[in-house]
């Protein structure tokens, strides 16, 4: 997953909890058993949004430029 964005005027309304909700549905519909993302340290609103939502940080899966924490989660 990547480049999920909710415009600041819409943030703490519920946004980012529908989209993370729909990205896994349709991976789950796709046959995707788990949802991976990097994301920048900075970002930690975001880093939250997952952790609240059952994503785990993991060890680096890659070595993106702007990759910092890790996360996964597994879609049952």
């Not at 519920?14 to 789950?28: E, K």
């Not at 519909?29 to 920048?40: H, P």
Request: net charge positive; proline share 3%; hydrophobic share 40%.
């Amino acid at each position: 997953m990547t480049r999920v964005y909710v415009r600041p005027a819409h943030r703490g309304h519920g946004g980012g909890a529908a989209l993370l909700a729909a990205v896994a549905s349709r991976a789950r519909a796709a046959g995707a058993d788990r949802i991976r993302l990097d994301t920048r340290g900075d970002l930690v609103e975001a880093r939250a949004l997952h952790a609240r939502h059952g994503y785990r940080e993991i060890p680096a899966y890659n070595d993106g430029v702007y990759a910092e924490h890790w996360f996964e989660k597994v879609l049952s």
